[in-house]
């Protein structure tokens, strides 16, 4: 990204600033972000929002702001100062909305960064899994009473079972023979777990387990933590919309409970952390327990193991396509994370029993 083009999107943003100096954040898999220094001693997460896997980019927009504003009046007790560490605050565009079109088509949103914060890839004590838990839960909790029916899809089917399934089973109609080679071992897992995976798409789709808003995204990686790894603030809700808790409960112990990296490649280092499992989900009970159903409730560790099998399925399915959904480094990236998400449902099946 050119810096002038980030200048000119910075400067369609209603701030008392002008543009020092940037640099990229590259950690996301699907949209392009920077941190900006402003000449006002603020420093801004300017994002350029992929277009291309979010069709609905307002929808989207709108969805973030009116979730924050609704967590920011939970807190109103509090110093402004504090809420702001504690929920993302969107910036409007000159032009009245909270995002910014270039001449190219490429849609804009600024957020003020969060200072002396940290984020972690890796969990390497309780600690922060008990934090994170807390964080989630909170944020399950406090967004419980807005109505999941005032937020759009922003991405259709986003974690629905079939919808992964029927788009795994186009991918090996079009995969390359040496891809389906590659991929044998992982294809047949695939199969063999299908009926399990399912169970939580039938409790949803019967309304069993209600929708409610959920983030969609809860990697620990998208929670920020104070320099004393106590817990600030949930980011990245671009996919905030209806959904069950299951999979926000399960995405953070995907990445939480995972000794290594997603896209690891020696298994042996990719083990599933009981010990954490259970500080985490000590830390999300106390918070939402209260708002959940027995049955919500009964169906967490499923919830998890189904969240690491969506992950292991979409990597899967973009290695069969041909790499053209997330962001890759080398040709077997997406293979190799999906090993890495079988290896943490095999390490987790053996350390637990999850129905
Ligand atoms: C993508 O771009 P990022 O890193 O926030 C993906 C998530 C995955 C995640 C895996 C819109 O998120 O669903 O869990 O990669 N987001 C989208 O790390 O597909
Ligand atoms: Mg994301």
Not at 95 to 101: A, C, E, S
Not at 196 to 215: A, C, F, N
Not at 322 to 346: C, M, S, V, W
Request: with cysteine; hydrophobic share 35%.
């Amino acid at each position: 990204m050119k810096e002038q083009q980030l200048l000119e999107s910075f400067n369609k943003f209603n701030h008392n600033s002008e543009f020092l100096s940037y640099s990229e954040l590259a950690s996301g898999h699907i949209n392009d972000t920077y941190l900006v220094k402003g000449t006002d001693g603020t420093n801004y997460v300017l994002q350029r929002i992929n277009h291309g896997v979010f069709k609905d980019v307002p929808g989207l927009i709108s969805n973030k702001v009116n979730v924050s504003k609704h967590l920011q009046s939970k807190f109103s007790h509090l110093p402004k100062n504090e809420i702001f560490r504690k929920v993302l605050s969107f910036i409007e565009s000159t032009n009245g909305n909270f995002y910014y079109i270039d001449i190219e088509g490429n849609y804009w949103n600024l957020m003020v960064f969060i200072d002396n914060s940290i984020t972690f890839e890796t969990v390497s004590n309780k600690e922060v899994a008990y934090e994170g838990g807390k964080l989630i839960g909170d944020f399950l909790n406090l967004t419980s009473d807005f109505d999941a029916k005032k937020l759009i899809e922003v991405i259709p089917k986003f974690h629905d079972m079939s919808f992964r399934f029927s788009q795994f089973e186009d991918a090996l109609k079009v995969a390359s023979e040496e891809r389906l080679e590659q991929a044998k071992k992982y294809i047949d897992l695939v199969w063999s777990l299908k009926d399990e995976m399912h169970i939580i798409q039938r409790l949803k789709e019967s309304g069993e387990i209600k929708l409610r808003v959920t983030h969609n995204d809860t990697k620990i990686s998208n929670v920020l933590f104070d320099t004393n790894n106590k817990g600030l603030c949930v980011i990245d809700t671009d996919t905030v919309m209806p959904g069950v808790v299951h999979y926000d409960f399960g995405d953070a112990i995907r990445t939480i409970c995972n000794s290594a990296a997603e896209d690891e490649t020696d298994l042996n280092k990719v083990n599933f952390n009981l010990e954490y499992y259970n500080a985490y989900t000590k830390g999300f009970l106390e918070k939402v327990e209260s708002a959940l159903s027995p049955i919500e409730l009964k169906y967490l560790p499923l919830g998890a193991k189904t969240m690491i099998f969506i992950m292991a399925l979409r990597f899967l399915t973009d290695f069969l396509n041909g790499d053209t959904y997330y962001k890759t480094k080398y040709p077997e990236h997406n293979l190799d994370r999906a090993k890495n998400q079988f290896k943490l449902i095999e390490s987790m099946s053996e350390k637990m029993n999850v129905l």
